[in-house]
């Protein structure tokens, strides 16, 4: 398998899980403005959309769509146990949380990022705010990681997403559970692993 990535972006997700449980990949770089791989070939050409990530995989077909992405990996190797079987009322739950945090918390840093008014970016560290209050409750039975007690893909992404707090000068101290979460995540080996990969990639 292969993933293409943008260092810090969001398929920071999928290449946690993709060695959360252990597989043999490659990695290969994108410019996520020119759109351009580091061997030089035309992304649109690996993912029409342009956007990261996307998982060629051993057959040759290309998935995309990081929820999607991270649910598939999951099942590659159920007993790992970072996503509960399909059919389940637990794999909806775990659905749910992914589609919650892709449509209402990802899409919420977009005026962040795309050089938006003042007001415009007011307003949408305003509407994360609110976001970020819902999943503060959701640490409030003491439970260490989004759907339990287990690490999950859902965790992936949501450690994915807090990391770009930073970035755009949001402090995190106001949601003291959230903020230990994501320290708890981002001491994880293979989490550590991961940016450690990203944070060379971005020098190359």
Partial sequence: MKLYFAPGACSLSPHIVLRELGFDFEMEKVDARAKKTAAGGDY????????????????????????????????????????????????????????????????????????????????????????????????ADGRDYLMGKDFSVADAYLFTLLNWTGFVGIDMKQWDKLAAYHARVGARPKVQEALAAETKARAT
Avoid: C, M
């Avoid at 909806?92 to 008014?117: D, I, Y």
């Fill in 44 to 139: 649109y050409e690996i993912n029409p959309k342009g956007q990261v990530p996307a998982l060629k995989l051993d057959s040759g077909d290309v998935l995309t769509e990081g929820p999607a992405i991270v649910q598939y990996l999951a099942d590659q190797k159920p007993e790992a146990g970072l996503a509960p079987k399909n059919g389940t009322l637990a794999r909806a739950r775990l659905q749910e949380t992914l589609n919650f945090l892709t449509s209402e918390v990802h899409k919420g840093f977009g005026p962040l990022f795309a050089g938006g008014s003042d007001e415009a970016k007011k307003a949408a560290v305003e509407n994360l705010g609110r976001k970020f209050g819902y999943l503060e409750k959701q640490f």
